[in-house]
């Protein structure tokens, strides 16, 4: 039978590269049929693609972190301001104003998981009442069977998105939040109430 799946595997791996393969083909192609004007928008690069210069990254940046809590030392206030710790090392505009609301926990078999959440929005004089919000989904996950020495794990989750952060590991764009709240304006202005 493992072998049976091997081939799928391989199979399943060998569609994939034809796939990437074909894609990059389209972008060759592509590049060398555009204009010089239209090579000199800022979202092209490179003027030669290939699977490596497919995904451009910033060797130099550096995702930072904090400290985060031991399962012994873990309370719902000491988690709330490593929340809000954390969201101080993100890079975003002052005009961001955001609260964090402690929204409760589940008992689970072998954790504790408390969930908080952290809603931004942009406050002007004109508009001091936001017509929409951003929220942020933050989950401690304390073992109940770890040492209490362990770290508590931490979760973070974007509001219509299913993407799982961990604190660290990616890297915070402004334009997730003003994603949602455009995404909400617009259904607003598309539902006659």
């Known amino acids: 039978m493992s072998s049976e799946g091997d081939q799928y595997a391989e199979q399943a791996k060998k ?12 972008l060759e192609t592509d590049l060398s049929i555009m204009s010089e004007r239209e090579k000199t928008f800022e979202s092209l690069k490179y003027s030669e693609m290939s699977r490596e210069s497919t995904f451009i990254r910033e060797d130099d940046y550096v995702i930072e972190n904090i400290s985060w809590l031991s399962i012994g030392d873990f309370s719902t206030q000491t988690a709330e301001k490593k929340i809000d710790d954390f969201i101080k090392t993100w890079k975003y505009d002052k005009s961001w104003l955001y609260c964090i609301d ?10 504790t998981r408390h969930r908080f959440r952290v809603r931004w929005s942009v406050p002007t004089r004109r508009k001091p009442i936001p017509r929409a919000t951003a929220c942020v989904y933050f989950t401690f996950q304390v073992s109940k069977i770890k040492p209490k020495s362990h770290p508590v794990e931490v979760f973070y989750v974007f509001e219509t998105n299913r993407l799982v952060h961990r604190p660290g590991e990616s890297r915070f764009r402004e334009k997730w939040l003003k994603d949602i709240i455009e995404s909400k304006v617009m259904m607003m202005q598309a539902l006659a109430f």
């Open 15 to 26: 569609m994939v590269d034809d796939v990437i393969a074909l894609a990059i083909k389209r």
């Open 102 to 111: 402690y929204l409760g926990c589940d008992e689970h078999e072998f954790d």
